[in-house]
Structure formats: structure tokens, C-alpha cells
């Protein structure tokens, strides 16, 4: 079955540390990626997208993803976090061959100390 | 900016009542979603809806129905409910196949 793995479910950090979080694809084929971030208390919201070109893609607040074929995977990367990037995220993918479907990872709840 | 927007945030139901979760979208998208959200579990599909009178079953679709009658709205009804059904329950739209989501802010459901 088309699934998507996210390797950590809890990380604590202190500000101004590096983050990598983790996702692996199961799909064949054309995917478009996804990551997404729920703040405390806030809807779900997209951090950054992968549809096609440069495979490192840039988002919002500093972050950015890297997208490697090869290896099935969407990495989400920020080079020095602050407190207020304590949330829980989410990796997304779909495919075009799947449908209407995106299947999303179990997230990664990011505790952030100041 | 595109807003979804869901009938409650919070809602406590007895087990055995019809409950109904509503949402709006206001960016005349064609796909809608409902999801239902689990600690540890991420987000499961239980339906979506391609178009007006049109749904697809998610993943875990056993206890709930859905009904679009206009393109905006789109209802979630949980027709006996029951305390595994106590959960987040988050609806999304999107314009393009295979684009990004839009979330509402989610109706956190507690069924006693």
C-alpha cells in the first residue's frame, strides 16, 4: 500500500539549533510533496510544496525541503529554529496515479525551548 | 485568501445521535475532503467530494455518510454516534487535482 513515513513523532530542540525532519514516499511514479504545519491552537497550514524543477524548494519562515528521486524521500530542513516553530508537521504526498487522494505522514510534534 | 470554514469548533454528543459537522469553502474549489485526526495516526480520509452530488470513500469510511448539494458545502454526518468517533475532525479544499489543501480549523468532537 502507498504510504508515507515520518521517522521522528517527537523532537526537542533548543532555539538556534539545526532541524532536519525526516520523510520517506512509497509511490512509483510522479509524486508532488507536501509538507504542513499546525501550530498550537491554528489550523492546518502549508509549509512548502515540490511539484516540479529545483528539488530543494523554499518555504515559509525559513524553511526549506529537499526532494531526492532516488531516494523516495522529502526532507524539511531549517537551519537555526526559534521558539515560535513549535508545532506539529506534517508530510504529504500524492501522485498521478492515485487520484484525488494525498496520503499524509503521522507528523512530527517539534518542541522548540527557548 | 481562501477561507474554510467549519460549523463548530468543539461538540459533545451522546452515543447513538446523529451528529452533523458542516463546512464552507468560498474559492469555488471542485475537490473537498473531510479527514478525521489521531495522535500518532496523522490524518485518514473518510470522504471527498469531486463535484456537486459526487463523493469518493477514504480510508475509513464505516459509521460516517457525507452530502454535498452545493458546490461550497460540504457535511459530514455521523448517523449513530460512537465513542471511537471522539476525535478532530478537519475538512479541506482544493482547487487543482493534485494542488495543495486548505484547511478549516478543525471541530474537535467528544462523544460520551
Known amino acids: 500500500a502507498q504510504s508515507v513515513s515520518q521517522h521522528n513523532h517527537h523532537v526537542i530542540l533548543s532555539e538556534a539549533a539545526s532541524l532536519e525532519l525526516g520523510c520517506n514516499y512509497s509511490y512509483g511514479g510522479t509524486v508532488n510533496l507536501f509538507w504542513y504545519v499546525q501550530y498550537p491552537g491554528q489550523h492546518l497550514q502549508l509549509l512548502l510544496k515540490y511539484f516540479s524543477g529545483d528539488p530543494l524548494v523554499k518555504g515559509i519562515k525559513g524553511f526549506e525541503a529537499e526532494f531526492i528521486k532516488s531516494k523516495f524521500s522529502f526532507n524539511l530542513r531549517k537551519p537555526s529554529v526559534q521558539w515560535s516553530d513549535t508545532a506539529e508537521y506534517f508530510c504529504a504526498v500524492n501522485n498521478h496515479t492515485g487520484g484525488f487522494k494525498t496520503i499524509f505522514g503521522a507528523g512530527t510534534r517539534l518542541f522548540v525551548k527557548a | 485568501d481562501v477561507k474554510v470554514t467549519q460549523s463548530s469548533r468543539y461538540l459533545v454528543k451522546r452515543t447513538g445521535e446523529k451528529v452533523f459537522l458542516e463546512c464552507v469553502q468560498d474559492?469555488?474549489?471542485?475537490?473537498m475532503f473531510w479527514y478525521r485526526q489521531d495522535p500518532g495516526l496523522g490524518l485518514r480520509l473518510i470522504y471527498f467530494?469531486?463535484?456537486?452530488?459526487?463523493?469518493e470513500k477514504g480510508d475509513i469510511p464505516e459509521g460516517y455518510s457525507v452530502s454535498r448539494e452545493k458546490k461550497e458545502r460540504f457535511s459530514l454526518i455521523l448517523e449513530s454516534a460512537s465513542t471511537n468517533q471522539t476525535s478532530m475532525y478537519l475538512c479541506?479544499?482544493?482547487?487543482?487535482?493534485?494542488?495543495?489543501?486548505?484547511f478549516g480549523p478543525g471541530t474537535r468532537l467528544t462523544v460520551t
Open positions: 479541506a479544499s482544493r482547487g487543482r487535482t493534485f494542488g495543495e489543501q486548505y
Open positions: 474559492m469555488d474549489h471542485e475537490n
Open positions: 467530494s469531486y463535484d456537486v452530488k459526487m463523493k
